[in-house]
């Protein structure tokens, strides 16, 4: 039985091969899900310069969005920096993380974050992964991150912490495998930001604009809740039900925030 279940596969993919024609995807590569709207892919890009408009992203980072014809694919940028990611830099992968056709580009180590959030969460449509600065230091501190203004509602779910030593022991933090980006998943289990210690977060979304959203203003409540703590004296959080209501009225505006960021950020040059 274990000599058929370990050679089914190779046998497939010879056969795979052999009915190839030239210039077809790589041997075993998962078939594409199709051509989507220009539209979501411009969507996309203006989501990476977005998020490195408002330091979220820097060189790093990098945000996908899921397949709309198939949950089983997503689009995620070749491994470049966000802010000079264009249309053309997009790759669509299966849950795995496999490429659907490589041709030679190098990938972010980390797209195995999206995958399996994607297989973990079928309502989640959009995932940011950063290492936005004000969020970090909430990561390592046992200061929670907690919602205090109606802005960051959202974070009144609850803000998991995924630590990579549970899940791989000794590591350098990147979650480069899949067994990682299911520990992740987990740690996020239904909530829309996880942190990552010694690393920096996550943010998901059920469409790109909620999940940059999101991602903004964690980054702004992070700098906002540093300040209140400086200032002394108690802070009054929301409550939880104010969280809830805050964010369900903003789910309905965002659309004005977005209109703006992306006007701006196609509109500049790239640098
Ligand atoms: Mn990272």
Same mark, same amino acid.
């Given at each position: 039985?274990?000599?058929?279940?370990?050679?089914?596969?190779?046998?497939?993919?010879?056969?795979?091969?052999?009915?190839?024609?030239?210039?077809?995807?790589?041997?075993?590569?998962?078939?594409?899900?199709?051509?989507?709207?220009?539209?979501?892919? @411009?969507?996309?890009?203006?989501?990476?310069?977005?998020?490195?408009?408002?330091?979220?992203?820097?060189?790093?980072?990098?945000?996908?969005?899921?397949? %709309?014809?198939?949950? @089983?694919?997503?689009?995620?940028?070749?491994?470049?920096?966000?802010?000079?990611?264009?249309?053309?830099?997009?790759?669509?992968?299966?849950?795995?993380?496999? %490429?659907?056709?490589?041709?030679?580009?190098?990938?972010?180590? @980390?797209?195995?974050?999206?995958?399996?959030?994607?297989?973990?969460?079928?309502?989640?449509?959009?995932?940011?992964?950063?290492?936005?600065?004000?969020?970090?230091?909430?990561?390592?501190?046992?200061?929670?991150?907690?919602?205090?203004?109606?802005?960051?509602?959202?974070?009144?779910?609850?803000?998991?912490?995924?630590?990579?030593?549970?899940?791989?022991?000794?590591?350098?933090?990147?979650?480069?495998?899949?067994?990682?980006?299911?520990?992740?998943?987990?740690?996020?289990?239904?909530?829309?930001?996880?942190?990552?210690?010694?690393?920096?977060?996550?943010?998901?979304?059920?469409?790109?604009?909620?999940?940059?959203?999101?991602?903004?203003?964690?980054?702004?409540?992070?700098?906002?809740?540093?300040?209140?703590?400086?200032?002394?004296?108690?802070?009054?959080?929301?409550?939880?039900? @104010?969280?809830?209501?805050?964010?369900?009225?903003?789910?309905?505006?965002?659309?004005? %925030?977005?209109?703006?960021?992306?006007?701006?950020?196609?509109?500049?040059?790239?640098?």
């Amino acid at each position: 039985m274990a000599y058929f279940l370990h050679r089914a596969p190779s046998l497939l993919l010879y056969a795979t091969r052999a009915s190839m024609a030239p210039g077809s995807p790589a041997l075993g590569a998962p078939a594409s899900a199709g051509p989507v709207d220009p539209a979501l892919i @411009e969507d996309l890009v203006a989501a990476n310069r977005i998020l490195a408009d408002q330091g979220v992203v820097d060189g790093y980072g990098h945000v996908s969005v899921r397949h %709309p014809k198939n949950p @089983e694919r997503y689009f995620l940028s070749r491994s470049l920096a966000p802010e000079l990611v264009t249309a053309a830099d997009i790759m669509e992968y299966d849950l795995d993380s496999n %490429p659907v056709d490589r041709r030679g580009r190098t990938m972010y180590l @980390e797209r195995f974050i999206h995958g399996e959030i994607y297989k973990a969460r079928p309502e989640i449509n959009a995932i940011v992964h950063s290492h936005s600065p004000a969020v970090v230091p909430f990561g390592v501190s046992n200061v929670p991150l907690r919602p205090l203004y109606h802005m960051s509602g959202f974070l009144s779910e609850g803000v998991p912490l995924f630590e990579i030593r549970d899940a791989g022991g000794m590591t350098d933090l990147l979650v480069r495998n899949p067994e990682l980006g299911r520990a992740l998943a987990q740690s996020l289990a239904d909530k829309p930001v996880a942190l990552m210690r010694g690393h920096g977060n996550v943010v998901v979304g059920s469409t790109i604009p909620l999940a940059v959203y999101r991602a903004v203003y964690t980054e702004v409540n992070a700098r906002l809740q540093v300040q209140a703590i400086m200032l002394g004296g108690s802070i009054t959080y929301l409550e939880p039900e @104010e969280g809830r209501l805050a964010a369900a009225n903003i789910a309905a505006t965002i659309g004005r %925030p977005w209109e703006l960021w992306k006007r701006k950020a196609l509109a500049r040059e790239k640098p």
